[in-house]
């Protein structure tokens, strides 16, 4: 039973536009919702998080708005570049330490 | 500051073999956390350790085990290898452990059981 869902698994988006990055949870007891983007041949670095008490946090070009109602989280990178082609991935903590569950994936390509 | 380490980065083992993966977190970090990467499951938690104590543990079966040192130094051992064990196996390390913090992961180790 997948708790966390990201259900595109690749997106294509011009140099410069808005690329928004979708993810579904099933359990209202998490705490905290993180987004972590991934290079091939690395491991995954961390780009944003937000509580659930929060329904928006921005860091930069990134935005990450939770919506709890409808368990949904969302990321959103304004400007878009191409230097941010890779694979994003969302996940969530339940509390009490630093264990992830981590959505499939989605594959970003940002075009010239 | 040097990030994450892993050793070995690649590794063939046969089935019924045993086999142990090194982490050295980021100095001054006290949580290593293990994931395994495959294309079926994705990324999937095995075990948390904060200082020397496993705080959190995954849905593996009892072949997958873990330590953490004094140093903050980490190891994971996988027992009697099966085919499904194939995969990237990541750790991460983080100061603290909760709230949502960063978790700086290394490359990982890339294990082939055959």
């Known amino acids: 039973d997948q708790q966390v869902k990201q259900n595109s698994p690749s997106l294509s988006v011009q140099e410069g536009r808005i690329s928004i990055l979708n993810c579904d949870y099933t359990?209202?007891?998490?705490?905290?919702f993180l987004w972590y983007k991934k290079y091939p041949a690395e491991g995954p670095t961390f780009l944003i998080s937000?509580?659930?008490?929060?329904d928006k946090n921005e860091d930069g070009r990134f935005t990450v708005f939770l919506n709890k109602s409808a368990k949904h989280l969302s990321l959103h990178i304004v400007p878009s570049q191409p230097g941010d082609s890779a694979v994003y991935f969302c996940?969530?903590?339940?509390?009490?330490?630093?264990?992830?569950?981590f959505g499939t994936g989605t594959q970003l390509k940002v075009e010239l | 500051k040097a990030g994450v380490t892993q050793t070995p980065r690649y590794l063939i083992k046969t089935r019924g073999q045993q086999v142990t993966l090194s982490c050295s977190p980021i100095?001054?970090?006290?949580?290593v956390s293990w994931y395994q990467q495959t294309p079926g499951q994705g990324l999937q938690f095995l075990f948390e350790?904060?200082?020397?104590?496993?705080?959190n543990k995954g849905n593996f079966p009892g072949r997958f085990s873990g330590r953490q040192f004094s140093n903050s130094r980490s190891e994971m051992n996988v027992s009697t290898l099966e085919l499904g064990d194939s995969a990237l196996y990541l750790c991460?390390?983080?100061?603290?452990?909760?709230?949502?913090?960063?978790?700086?992961f290394g490359p990982g180790t890339r294990l082939t059981v055959l």
């Open positions: 359990n209202s007891m998490f705490d905290y």
């Open positions: 100095s001054g970090h006290r949580s």
């Open positions: 996940a969530v903590e339940a509390g009490g330490g630093n264990k992830l569950t």
């Open positions: 991460a390390s983080s100061f603290r452990t909760g709230g949502g913090n960063e978790q700086f």
């Open positions: 350790y904060f200082s020397e104590t496993q705080r």
């Open positions: 937000i509580s659930s008490i929060k």
